[in-house]
Structure formats: C-alpha cells, structure tokens
C-alpha cells in the first residue's frame, strides 16, 4: 500500500496551491480518502474527506469555501485544491484512506497514510 503526496511548496498569503495524492496497493473506490495537516507543535487535524464515489465531502470549519477536495477513481488519485490561503494553512499536509461508506474525522478511523507534502504561506 502506498500514498504519495506532491505539489507542496511556498506560496504568498492569498495564492492557491493544488495538492495531489496517487494511491497503489488497495481498493482506492472501496475507501473514502481524507486530508490533514500537522502544523509544528500541534496536533495533526482533519482538513477534508470525499467518499469512494465522491458523492458527499465534508470540510473543516476553517478551510471551508476556501478548499476542495476531490477524486478520479479511474487514476486512483485525490487532490485538494487550497485557494485564498493563509499563514495558519502552513502544515504538513497527509492524504489518508480509510475503508468503507462513510466520512470520518478522526485519525483513528484511516488506515493507510502518506508522508505528507509541505505547505508554507508567507504573509
């Protein structure tokens, strides 16, 4: 099993960045993918979440309008479109998997996890 991040890096306050994940070794349209982030000192938390079949997404509070999660089942990838960003987005951002129907929030709930990509905002 394997999950990849890309498209990480440095961007101004209010630019955009779009964040990759390609998944192997499982049954990526079995498993609904989340997004969190880990800024230094903190607690990794819940960014996002999209269904196997990208049907219903959830969001934190904090990213919500401002981010998209997505998926293309038939490339066995999810991304998340970060747009208007801000210094407080500055994390590790890691792509998740987690089996069955529904969307979940806590890390408990993922089974497979990335490395995670770097996102600094400068103000």
């Known amino acids: 099993v394997q999950l990849v991040e890309s498209g990480g890096g440095l961007v101004q306050a209010g630019g955009s960045l779009k964040l990759s994940c390609a998944a192997s070794g499982f049954s990526f349209d079995a498993y609904a993918m989340g997004w969190f982030r880990q800024a230094p000192g903190k607690d990794r938390e819940f960014v996002a979440a999209i269904t196997w079949n990208a049907h219903t997404t959830d969001y934190a509070d904090s990213v919500r309008g401002r981010f998209t999660i997505s998926r293309d089942n038939a490339k066995l990838t999810t991304s998340l479109e970060m747009n208007s960003l801000k210094s407080e987005d500055t994390a590790v951002y890691f792509c998740?998997?987690?089996?069955?129907?529904?969307?979940?929030?806590?890390?408990?709930?993922?089974?497979?996890w990335g490395q995670g990509t770097q996102v600094t905002v400068t103000s």
């Open positions: 998740a998997a987690r089996a069955g129907i529904y969307l979940y929030r806590g890390r408990e709930g993922y089974a497979y």
